[in-house]
Each structure stands twice: as C-alpha cells, then as structure tokens.
C-alpha cells in the first residue's frame, strides 16, 4: 500500500517562496502519475499540478509560471516550488498519485481540461501553506 508523506508546509508572505515536498514509500515516482491538489475552506477542491510518468506536466491556471513540480530521483519524492505567493494560495497542499499505467496528469471532461490530481487514489495527509 503507496504512501504519501508531505513536509515544507508553512506561513509564507506576499510575493514570497516556499518549497513542498511529497516522499513516497515505495519507488514509485518513475513510474506514478503524481501531483498536487489543494483545498482551502470554503472553496472547491482544486488541481494544481501533475506529473506523469512520461514526464508530461499539467499546471492549474491559477499557479503556472509561479509553481513548477518537479521529481527527486534520489530521495524518492517530488517537489513543487511556489513562487511569488499570493493570499489566495492559502490552502491545505495534498500529495496525490496513480499508479494506473493509463494515467495522465491532465483530466479532460466535457471539452474541460484540468489537472487530474484530484482523481488520483493515493494521497497524503496534506500540509498546510498559509501566505499573508
């Protein structure tokens, strides 16, 4: 049974940085889609970036050009870098992964893409990001 530990979560301020972490307890990074959703109160769940095991990435619109997502071979873990953070940010950050081997990082229903982080089975306790 895959299990998804997060870590890097914290306060942030307004146009700061802050790097998250999701470490795997298997050797699955290679081979998982993987990514981030988050959720924050009052709001609905959101994708926010997916990375597949063909190394195809997705980014919510809301995020891309601030946060990349990327894959720690070594450390068995992928991370996701935010940048120029905004009060809207503001969420609990959750790890998620697929290890169907038809899985995508990008969701598409009804002539609607998203990022598929969302529907992926496997997912971690979440880590908080609060930016003031």
């Known amino acids: 049974h895959v299990q998804l530990v997060e870590s890097g979560g914290g306060p942030a301020q307004t146009g700061g940085s802050l790097t998250i972490y999701c470490k795997a307890s298997e050797d699955i990074i290679n081979r998982a889609c993987m990514g981030w959703f988050r959720q924050a109160p009052g709001k609905d769940r959101e994708g926010v970036a997916g990375?597949?095991?063909?190394?195809?990435?997705t980014y919510a619109d809301s995020v891309r050009g601030r946060f990349t997502i990327s894959k720690d071979n070594g450390n068995n873990r992928i991370e996701l870098r935010m940048t120029s953070l905004k009060p809207e940010d503001t969420a609990m950050y959750v790890c998620a992964a697929d290890l169907d081997p038809f899985c995508t990082s990008t969701y598409c229903s009804g002539g609607h893409c998203r990022v598929g982080t969302t529907e992926y089975p496997y997912r971690g306790q979440g880590t908080q990001v609060t930016v003031s």
């Open positions: 990375l597949d095991s063909d190394g195809d990435i």
